[in-house]
């Protein structure tokens, strides 16, 4: 199972970059069979509040396609990651554990994969949205990492590298050929919204 849903993340990738629809590409899913289990965390970056609105559209995305999303600011990050194992702890049942974050909040998630590695707490899946320079290395308890970026931005342009130890898939897309896409846009794109909110379904579905 896990390497059908890491095929699909390279076949969603693809696609985004050859300007194609990813509908075909999730016809062996059943749709209809809509997934419950799992929880997608949003970190905005800095003045996120303003510059990272596209994740409360992203959230409704995914909210009503049948998998908890909820939006954080870069000041809850302490707190939530506490949160969230706490609630791994509590019930394992409640994984997959998804994170995504725009720009710092893509440094945020990997941090605060890091921490939850300390407890045994495993990330299913992880869109960076155009990190920064200084996010950390991706950790070994996080199974899929996707990384959205634009080398030539001097605000993002982060290409995010693995820990030695790492075990998973790591993928680094640069998307320095859509120019109709920025650092500060990046999160509002439907396309990427879509294309995102497909893979974490299939994601939940088979988890």
Do not use: W
């Not at 390279?10 to 929880?39: K, M, Q, R």
């Not at 409640?94 to 939850?116: T, V, Y």
């Amino acid at each position: 199972m896990t390497c059908l849903l890491r095929g699909a993340v390279v076949a969603i990738i693809v696609a985004f970059v050859a300007n194609c629809s990813s509908s075909d590409l999730f016809e062996a899913i059943d749709s209809a069979s809509v997934p419950t289990n799992g929880h997608v965390y949003l970190i905005r970056g800095l003045l996120g509040e303003v510059f990272s609105r596209g994740l409360d559209q992203l959230a409704e995305n995914i909210n009503n396609r049948g998998v908890r999303a909820t939006v954080h600011g870069l000041l809850e990050v302490n707190s939530l990651t506490e949160e969230i194992i706490k609630k791994y702890k509590d019930d394992p049942s409640s994984a997959p554990i998804i994170l995504i974050g725009h720009s710092s909040g893509g440094d945020a998630i990997i941090s605060m994969a890091q921490k939850m590695k300390k407890e045994n707490v495993p990330v299913g899946l992880a869109f960076g949205f155009d990190p920064t320079s200084h996010a950390g290395p991706v950790p070994d308890n996080v199974e899929v990492f996707i990384n959205l970026f634009q080398r030539s931005n001097p605000i993002g342009g982060g290409e995010v590298k693995a820990a030695p130890e790492f075990p998973g898939r790591l993928i680094n897309v640069d998307l320095q050929e859509h120019s109709e896409i920025i650092h500060i846009t990046l999160d509002k794109s439907l396309k990427i919204h879509e294309l995102v909110a497909d893979e974490i379904i299939a994601y939940a579905a088979f988890s």
